[in-house]
């Protein structure tokens, strides 16, 4: 009877921490979203931890508990978009068919983003000046542009394999790539208006096709 009751003792322990675990995951999650609603409606020109804390009824206590910081919570949600947008890059090349489609399915993802309204808003906000002041946006920024770097490096070296980019050198090429990416990214993500961001992609892709050699080696660009 006595090893019963300890068994049932620890069973509702063991109970007890997996409903803690559950509930501090879903306090987490709560403040995580309140801050996106927060940067989103102030244009990403503030984030106030008081005001998260208002909207969510959480203490201090709570929000301490899981960021040391402002900028570890800023950090946590730049972190988690960009992992995101990781994810949709390296699922549609490996759904392509070939390095060439690969490359354009690439640039058209990227440029997907800023044709849905609502993740137009979030780019914005993570290239804010609110985004921008915090302590290791920079660094996590680098992470996320080498981790691209190594994914689009790839893709280039297969080209190359493949004779599909016979001018290419996928190291160089792929930094050069990037930086026409990010280039006409950026400025199309800062236009309220003006030129289609699948336009703006179709043009980059054929700038880059034509610097990999894709031209001189087939008949056209992809469509």
């Known amino acids: 009877m006595i090893e019963v009751s300890r068994e049932v003792a620890s069973s ?85 068919d070939g390095p060439v489609d690969a490359l354009t399915r690439w ?36 992470r996320f542009e080498a981790t691209q770097h190594v994914l689009l490096a790839q893709i280039i070296e297969d080209g190359r394999r493949t004779g599909a980019f016979p001018a290419a050198d996928p190291g160089p090429d792929a930094r050069s790539a990037l930086a026409s990416i990010e280039a006409g990214f950026t400025e199309q993500a800062r236009r309220s208006t003006g030129a289609d961001p699948r336009e703006t992609a179709a043009q980059i892709l054929r700038f880059i096709l034509r610097a990999l050699g894709y031209r001189a080696a087939n008949s056209g660009t992809p469509s």
Request: a positive charge; aromatic letters at 6%.
């Open 107 to 142: 640039v058209d993802a990227m440029f997907a983003l800023l044709a849905d309204p609502r993740r137009k808003r979030r780019v914005l906000t993570f290239y804010s000046e609110e985004m921008q002041r915090t302590r290791g946006y920079h660094q996590e920024l680098d």
């Open 12 to 96: 509702d322990r063991e109970l007890r921490r997996g409903e803690g675990v559950t509930d501090r995951t879903a306090e987490r999650e709560q403040i995580v979203a309140e801050a996106y609603r927060s940067l989103d409606k102030n244009g990403g020109t503030a984030l106030s931890v008081t005001e998260i804390l208002a909207n969510t009824g959480l203490s201090t206590r709570a929000f301490y508990r899981h960021f040391k910081t402002r900028d570890e919570l800023l950090l946590v949600m730049l972190r988690r978009d960009r992992e995101r947008v990781l994810t949709e890059l390296r699922t549609v090349v490996t759904e392509a």
